[in-house]
């Protein structure tokens, strides 16, 4: 699985849109691009996923570059609750169930 | 309840003794993984399971044991409890062709 590169650390303002980056530079054509949240002391969650077509759900915008270089996860209207851990994982979905690989993450400091 | 559950939530051990973390869920997921959480760094994988009677190593193996008798139960034995155990552990599981880890909240173990 390609390997992803983001910042440490983001502070967002609570109203405003929080805009997370990732580089997955060496993403292959069968690798989606997953998005985790962890909050403090709990286990990580599910956030989007995508292919090269931009999601969004209840949660979160996904937005992929067109060459699929790189990527940023948007929560739109940032709250106190959202500030987390956010991990951006690449991985090959015809891998089968294959593990995820956790990086370090971005810690998004949501400040009131 | 349904969903994916750990027991205990808190242990305290001593060096030398065995262990051993609980995880159960209710969805029949195929797939099952124990993640290790050390202060200040992100999730790495332990060992996974894709079904029943069926293991593989993850990145740190060593030192732990698992087992897979039932689809719904995945212990995780730590056979002589090391101080570089101690450490949050984190059990998901995940169904055949899903994209979504599901994530238990997780056993803070410490070793004394």
């Known amino acids: 699985d390609a390997k992803t590169t983001q910042p440490p650390s983001m502070d967002c303002a609570e109203g405003r849109a929080a805009n997370l980056p990732c580089n997955h530079s060496t993403i292959s054509g069968n690798e989606y691009v997953y998005w985790y949240r962890q909050i403090h002391s709990q286990g990580p969650q599910y956030i989007i996923h995508g292919l090269k077509n931009n999601e969004t759900n209840e949660m979160a915008s996904l937005i992929i570059t067109e060459d699929r270089k790189s990527s940023t996860l948007i929560l739109p209207h940032a709250t106190l609750r959202d500030t987390a851990v956010y991990y951006c994982i690449v991985r090959d979905r015809n891998s089968g169930n294959t593990p995820l690989v956790f990086g370090k993450g971005t810690r998004l400091s949501v400040i009131a | 309840d349904a969903g994916i559950t750990q027991s205990p939530r808190y242990k305290i051990t001593e060096t030398g003794r065995q262990v051993t973390l609980m995880c159960h869920q209710t969805w029949s997921h195929s797939y099952m993984f124990w993640y290790r959480q050390d202060l200040g760094h992100g999730l790495r994988l332990i060992y996974y399971s894709a079904a029943a009677d069926i293991t593989d190593k993850g990145e740190v193996p060593d030192g732990y044991v698992v087992s897979r008798s039932k689809t719904e139960n995945f212990p995780l034995t730590l056979e002589s409890a090391t101080r570089s155990q101690t450490s949050v552990y984190f059990c998901?599981?995940?169904?055949?062709?899903?994209?979504?880890?599901?994530f238990g909240p997780g056993t803070r173990l410490t070793v004394t």
């Open positions: 998901a599981s995940m169904g055949t062709g899903s994209y979504e880890q599901y």
